[in-house]
């Protein structure tokens, strides 16, 4: 257990639905980072939130949203899901500080399949 | 564009072999990590390398850094099947990593 819980680990929706992923960073992360795995993208940067606040953005479709909440936890949320959302989502949290960062954990992610 | 190249994509290799994955990435970076996932599962964390240099070792692997030549290289020492899954390395910039294609390793007996 690395300490950075996903839920669920398996959805299987529709298209045209909408869907929400939920992660509980590791105790004391301050940062979260949403990553989408797909065959032919490969492992890619979606958004990241520190305490609250949206700190950076990558190639992440008007369609998704995220937020991250006063405990910490994060949400990413999917809607008018086409056949081509369907990836892995994997959660990292690390320890942020002024200093840097130390590192990353990984969640074991939620296998999302739209049909 | 930043880009984080790695090679080979595949490798399949008999055990005892010695073999080195290369990532190449076209923009500077303070750290370089070293990612291993075994299907369907989560990216478990190998090396983290922060300087020019910098070689770190663990059991059978072996991970370097050289941030002049952008490069970072893992070297698998007398592969054994434990260690066949695929090995990402990843750049560390801009608040967030951005991942090689990674290399999908099979060791046969």
């Known amino acids: 257990d690395s300490g950075v819980t996903q839920t669920p680990k398996h959805l299987i929706t529709a298209t045209g639905q909408r869907v929400t992923l939920r992660c509980s960073p590791r105790?004391?992360?301050?940062?979260v980072y949403w990553y989408q795995q797909s065959l032919d993208q490969g492992l890619q940067f979606l958004i990241q939130?520190?305490?609250?606040?949206?700190?950076a953005k990558g190639n992440i479709l008007e369609r998704f949203s995220a937020q991250q909440f006063p405990d910490l936890h994060s949400e990413l949320n999917l809607s008018s899901l086409e056949l081509g959302d369907s990836a892995l989502y994997f959660c990292?949290?690390?320890?942020?500080?002024?200093?840097?960062?130390?590192?990353?954990?990984f969640g074991s992610g939620t296998r999302l399949t739209v049909v | 564009e930043l880009k984080v190249e790695q090679n080979p994509l595949f490798l399949s290799m008999q055990e005892g072999k010695n073999y080195t994955i290369y990532c190449n990435y076209s923009t500077t970076s303070d750290r370089l990590y070293w990612y291993r996932q075994d299907p369907g599962k989560s990216l478990e964390s190998l090396f983290v390398l922060l300087s020019n240099g910098a070689v770190k070792q663990e059991g059978r692997l072996m991970a370097s850094l050289d941030t002049k030549a952008r490069l970072s290289t893992l070297h698998i020492t007398a592969a054994v099947h434990d260690l066949s899954a695929t090995y990402f390395c990843a750049w560390e910039g801009a608040q967030k990593l951005v991942f090689g294609q990674g290399t999908r390793l099979t060791i046969n007996p």
């Open positions: 990292a949290s690390s320890v942020d500080t002024a200093w840097g960062n130390y590192g990353y954990t």
């Open positions: 105790s004391g992360d301050l940062s």
């Open positions: 939130y520190y305490n609250g606040e949206e700190r």
